[in-house]
């Protein structure tokens, strides 16, 4: 147990310095929402009573920034593999589920520190806030774990980052758009609101908008529960498909 958590280390300080050096990258993930917020949030509406259009879309932006580069994090792990990266690490007995574990830890610190950014920013000038920063820091660690598996996944049959890229969009388009991102759930047409309940992100979005802005529509046991499973059976699917992968 004790050198798995050394190697799970190992593969996480190595990313760490990796996302240091992509500047440019960083700063991309923090403008993306704040402009959209800024040309498409207002002049101030409101959906009900409750919360203003900018700060639930702000949410949603920021669940949507958060999972996106989780599936490209993901995919970095196969690129290592054909460029030879981690070839030292893989002639050593280091377990593939450390590998991987450790490559999601690291992308759930970016996201961590992408997320508390943008909240700081954004609560200048919207009613973004860390209400319950323990749901939000839940959210973000299922939607992270389940999405860098869902990306190691998918490109473990994908060798091409030209098809990486465009079956990615392909499927997780309606996710997005089925999820509660950019406008509620309960607004959906009813055969689509059946569907945005089946959707893992549906969840992870909710509870996240729970956490940022003290605002749910479904009951918070529930997004608990789906996003422990979705997390937890990503991480061991992906974990599979990448030994498969390098015993092919």
Known sequence: MTTFFTDVATILRRELLRYRHERVYLLGQILLPLLAVVFIGFPGDRLGESVDYASFLASGLLMLIITSGAIGGG????????????????????????????KILARLLLSIFIVSVMVL???LFTNLKLAHPLMALGSLAAMTFGFVGFGIVLATSLRRAESFRSVAVFVTL???FLSGMFFPVQTLPGPMRYVALVN??????????YGTTDVNEIPLVADGLVLLVFAVLMTAIAARAFERRLAG
Not at 77 to 102: K, N
Not at 200 to 209: A, I
Request: aromatic residues 12%.
């Open 75 to 102: 995919y970095t792990l196969i690129e290592d593999v054909q460029r030879g990266f981690l070839r030292p690490i893989l002639v050593a007995p280091v377990t593939r589920t450390s590998i991987v574990v450790g």
């Open 121 to 123: 920013i954004l609560a």
């Open 174 to 176: 309606p996710l997005y």
């Open 200 to 209: 893992p992100l549906t969840y992870g979005v909710d509870l996240f908008r």
